[in-house]
């Protein structure tokens, strides 16, 4: 079975890079292009890959798995909403309503969290809050060539593990899919970047990338702790979030306003060049993903050394990230 699945991959991938490079051939007409005279277009060549690929693999969208019908509709609200940011620079509360809307969507389809102990109201809030919160945390990783790719294709690999091994095929369809889009625009986005994916492009991804951890089976009851696999999976995106956010805050700045307190841009600081950065960042993303996947395998109790493991992890480097002066 996951032979087959991997030759989606490779299918997705090539479809990637043929619409990638159409796209790119045109966006000096469309005007995609960034200050530094870059194509901004990564967003649209990714979106049309990751339709085409479900074209591929089902004879209509109607007869495709309800799940992926409503990330599939949620995608176009978001790439389309991305597309004018792009062009246009949405005010926060604009993308917080398309945010807000796409991830409605995707609840209204059955991407949604079903904790057992909880009420259908508070299940719905943390669908919503955790949607909303990957889309953006993905979107605020992209400040450096190849880091929101390169950490998107190292957390699909760890959905790929768990799915495999859980027989989850909804997953893992969604998640080889998705690899094959993000590697093909990856390859042109890596040190120096000859394309970027816009915010068209991180929305997008970080929005299916929360929509596959809500579709995923990682535990039985008896292991309830593994229900924070999710978390440990997209751990590294999460954490960049919380300690960007604490870093404007301690400096009396908004969460809101941009700044370089990224910890990407605060390796560059300390000299260490954009592939060394990169590498760096994928093997922390590589960490929390390993913990994901041993998250949703083992008892309670090995799962609770994990979490603890990971929590060490995380304030190793946020400490010697946090005394790096930007």
């Given amino acids: 079975m996951l032979a087959s699945f991997v030759g989606v991959l490779g299918v997705i991938f090539l479809l990637s890079v043929l619409f990638l490079l159409l796209i790119k051939e045109a966006s000096h007409r469309w005007h995609f292009l960034t200050s530094k005279g870059v194509p901004s277009i990564g967003g649209i060549s990714m979106g049309l890959a990751f339709f085409a690929g479900f074209l591929l693999i089902g004879p209509s969208v109607v007869s495709l798995p309800r799940e992926i019908q409503g990330i599939l509709i949620a995608s176009v609200v978001m790439l389309i909403a991305g597309i004018f940011d ?15 809307v796409a991830a409605s969507i995707l609840v209204g389809f059955g991407v949604r969290t079903n904790f057992v102990y909880v009420g259908d109201l508070l299940n719905l809030v943390v669908s919503l809050l955790w949607i909303i919160g990957i889309t953006n945390a993905v979107n605020l990783l992209d400040v450096m060539d190849g880091l929101a790719g390169g950490t998107s294709l190292v957390v699909l690999s760890g959905f790929v593990v768990i799915s495999a091994m859980n027989g989850d095929s909804l997953t893992l369809t969604l998640s080889c899919v998705l690899g094959g889009t993000v590697l093909g625009f990856w390859v042109f986005n890596v040190p120096s970047a000859k394309v970027y994916m ?26 309830t702790v593994a229900l924070l696999a999710p978390m440990l999976l997209l751990g590294f995106p999460i954490l960049d979030t919380l ?12 969460a809101f306003n941009k700044s370089e307190d990224h910890m990407a841009l605060r390796f560059l600081k300390k000299g260490y060049s954009k592939q060394r950065t990169l590498v760096l960042m994928m093997g922390w993303t590589l960490f929390f993903v390993i913990g994901g996947i041993l998250l949703s395998q083992v008892s309670n109790l090995s799962a609770i050394i994990t979490l603890v493991s990971m929590g060490l992890g995380s304030l190793i480097l946020t400490r010697k990230m946090s005394r790096v002066q930007i």
């Fill in 86 to 100: 792009d062009q246009r620079d949405l005010s926060v509360i604009q993308k917080f309503v398309v945010q807000l």
């Fill in 198 to 223: 816009g915010n068209s492009g991180s929305h997008f991804l970080g929005l299916v990338l929360a929509a596959i951890a809500l579709t995923a089976r990682y535990a039985t009851l008896e292991r």
């Fill in 243 to 254: 300690f960007l956010i604490l870093m404007r805050i301690r400096k009396g700045r908004s």
